[in-house]
């Protein structure tokens, strides 16, 4: 595995991005190796969006920041959505998340501890229950409000 990167930026706004090499998931073990991208900014506060790479495909999703801290620690998410961690016998905690509806899904892992200290930053840049502090309602609504 390649040594993460993260990288965090606070002007004009508060964003952080991770950089790492995962794999993709088949039949429970780490299958093909994928180029991740975890997107995090103040401007969308409730959400992280992923891209993931590979030979020329990439994927682009985005899902909730409270649903990836949640899955740290149990089974999180329904629908086109799963995250939850996994405990290898040689001590590694991983996290895999789970993308697209069952019968045709990405499943891919990457360590537990990366993801963690990320949302760590996140949690910096913008604090658990301050997300909508980060909204902007007035611009949103001054221009269909001042509609006369």
């Given amino acids: 595995m390649s040594k993460p990167v993260t990288l965090t930026e606070f002007h004009p706004h508060r964003t952080t991005t991770l950089h790492h090499r995962t794999h993709l998931v088949r039949d429970g073990r780490p299958a093909v190796p ?3 991208e975890l997107h995090y900014t103040s401007l969308d506060p409730f959400a992280v969006r992923i891209g993931l790479k590979t030979d020329g495909a990439s994927i682009h999703w985005s899902l909730s920041r409270e649903a990836l801290l949640l899955g ?3 089974h999180e998410g329904i629908g086109d959505v799963a995250i939850w961690p996994v405990h290898q016998t040689d001590g590694c905690g991983w996290l895999r998340i789970r993308l697209g509806p069952l019968r045709s899904c990405a499943v891919f892992q990457m360590e537990r501890d990366v993801i963690s200290n990320w949302l760590d930053v996140t949690l910096q840049l913008v604090p658990r229950d301050t997300e909508s502090d980060h909204l902007d309602w007035e611009g949103f609504l001054a221009p269909l409000l001042d509609q006369d």
């Fill in 72 to 74: 740290l620690r149990r």
């Fill in 34 to 36: 994928l180029d991740l």
